[in-house]
Nanobody, 126 residues
Framework: QVQLQESGGGLVQAGGSLRLSCAAS????????MGWFRQTPGKEREFVAA????????QYSDSVKGRFTISRDSAKNTVYLQMNNLKPEDTAVYYC???????????????????WGQGTQVTVSS
């Protein structure tokens, strides 16, 4: 059974930083791309960042490019999202997800990810 557990959310002032972690179990971690998404009330879940199974390729949404960094540690079966220069518009519930097929480059599409964490709240005050 695949399980994803996020941690690291919280309240931070604008301009501050947070690092989210997502511990995965139930699959051979290094075979699968991983993604981070976020959602605010009344809006659809949106892509934030993704990383390939090997960690050699990454993708970012335009809104976070240059501020957020996704990385992974296969020894710990964990993917991270380092968030710097946070803005109030980054306030959301952040979810990690694992790609539905092994050995594939990540995409930005929610349906392509088949298991999700429970989410962690990030709140950025102005």
């Amino acid at each position: 059974q695949v399980q994803l557990q996020e941690s690291g959310g919280g309240l931070v002032q604008a301009g501050g930083s947070l690092r989210l972690s997502c511990a995965a179990s139930g699959r051979t971690f290094s075979w699968y791309s991983m993604g981070w998404f976020r959602q605010t009330p009344g809006k659809e879940r949106e892509f934030v960042a993704a990383i390939s199974g090997s960690g050699s390729s990454t993708q970012y949404s335009d809104s976070v490019k240059g501020r957020f960094t996704i990385s992974r540690d296969s020894a710990k079966n964990t993917v991270y999202l380092q968030m710097n220069n946070l803005k109030p518009e980054d306030t959301a519930v952040y979810y990690c997800a694992i790609y539905g097929r092994a050995w594939r480059e990540p995409t930005r599409a929610v349906p392509d990810y088949d298991y999700w964490g429970q989410g962690t709240q990030v709140t950025v005050s102005s």
